[in-house]
């Protein structure tokens, strides 16, 4: 995993030195780490740390599917909505995009009209 995500960082267009590229699989490998010690605290590291490197999305799939077999409380639940709900927020403040990026994050279902069948 750590592979992973140090390869999509060195393959971007224009990627980084292979110094920072090492600096960030060393970061990826403490956070998994400390993934299997504290998954809560970990996915919440993993979304600050997808914010200022504008990747790392298989580190926090592995950390937010820990995470979400280790929530047993409360505050357990709440840690890791927070954590997504700022990782996100920090996201679109950070990198807003276009204008109808919200809206189409949370559109709602469109509603079928007429019958589903043909006839």
């Not at 490197?53 to 709440?78: N, P």
Request: aromatic fraction near 6%; avoid cysteine.
């Amino acid at each position: 995993m750590v592979v992973a995500d140090a390869a999509l960082l060195a393959g971007r267009w224009g990627g980084p030195p292979l110094v920072i590229v090492a600096v960030y699989a060393l970061a990826v490998g403490l956070i998994l780490v400390l993934a299997y010690r504290a998954p809560v605290a970990a996915f919440a590291v993993a979304s600050v740390f997808a914010v200022l490197t504008g990747g790392a999305y298989v580190l926090l799939m592995r950390t937010a599917y820990q995470a979400g077999w280790r929530v047993v409380s409360r505050r357990d639940s709440a840690v890791v909505i927070g954590a997504a709900a700022g990782g996100l927020g920090a996201q679109l403040a950070v990198r807003p995009g276009d204008p109808g990026t919200i809206p189409n994050l949370v559109r709602p279902a469109r509603r079928r009209t007429g019958s589903s069948r043909r006839g």
